[in-house]
């Protein structure tokens, strides 16, 4: 059923969110500019600005308004709330120093990823990725190792909802060969990015996966290509991940956290 089919979507709320994501995607934008974005008169845009500026949730600054830090504290909030970011939290920092590169933390909402954790080793690289981020999952290490472990027929509807759009001419963008592909990634536990999201960049991901075989979200370690050679990118990396990754499952099971 579609949005405009659907009689419990509340329109004035679709088109306010539809405008914050809009400012997200400009990083700022003026009444002008959202108005040629969208269906609806300068007073009426305005009129929705200065409701979210008001209540804290947008910043204007001369004529052009951004998002405000209102949503930090709800994006904090929100993940206090995930168990895992408690558990793994300090295991993720660790890897990072312990190989001196990024290691990421990772989990499954609404058919996208979300990163809850970041941390940063003394040689890590600088990434478009930051807290919160949502991205597609199967062009991602950490994305593969979550569906993976994902029933069959949800792997089907995050397909159907969000497609398979291609970042570089790495990413799988067939069904079957991603179905295929994500067969190889459960009976090996570990899963490869190998310049399918971000030229020369490369990552290796594993799933964290409770005691009832459900998949959590998954951890990784990226880098770039220039150190992500063979042996440490195929061998070294997936075992430190393996290793970590099973702390974190012990964890989850018996901390009753």
Do not use: W
Not at 162 to 182: K, Q, S, V
Request: charged share 30%.
């Amino acid at each position: 059923m579609s949005d405009r089919q659907n009689p419990n979507v509340v329109k004035t709320a679709q088109t306010t969110l539809a405008l914050l994501e809009e400012l997200k995607r400009r990083n700022e934008a003026t009444v002008t500019e959202l108005t040629d974005a969208f269906d609806l008169s300068k007073s009426s845009i305005h009129n929705y600005l200065t409701t979210l500026e008001r209540d804290g949730y947008v910043v204007k600054d001369g004529n052009s308004y951004r998002i405000g830090l209102r949503f930090l504290d709800l994006g904090g909030r929100a993940r206090q709330r995930e168990r895992i970011y408690d558990i793994a939290r300090d295991e993720v920092t660790a890897l990072a120093e312990e190989t001196g590169e990024l290691s990421n933390l990772l989990v499954e909402e609404h058919g996208k990823g979300v990163y809850l954790h970041r941390a940063h080793g003394a040689d890590a690289v600088k990434t478009d990725s930051y807290i919160g981020q949502r991205v597609h999952l199967h062009n991602t290490a950490l994305g593969k190792a979550i569906l993976a472990y994902l029933p069959r027929h949800r792997v089907n509807e995050i397909i159907d909802r969000h497609g398979l759009p291609a970042t570089t001419e790495n990413t799988i963008t067939d069904r079957g060969e991603l179905l295929d592909h994500l067969e190889e990634v459960r009976e090996e536990g570990v899963a490869f990015d190998d310049e399918a999201r971000v030229k020369g960049l490369r990552c290796v991901a594993v799933p964290i996966v409770n005691n009832d075989d459900t998949i959590e979200g998954a951890i990784s370690v990226s880098g770039p290509t220039s150190r992500f050679r063979r042996q440490r990118f195929r061998e070294e990396f997936p075992t430190k991940l393996k290793r970590v990754a099973n702390v974190i499952e012990l964890n989850i099971t018996y901390t009753g956290r």
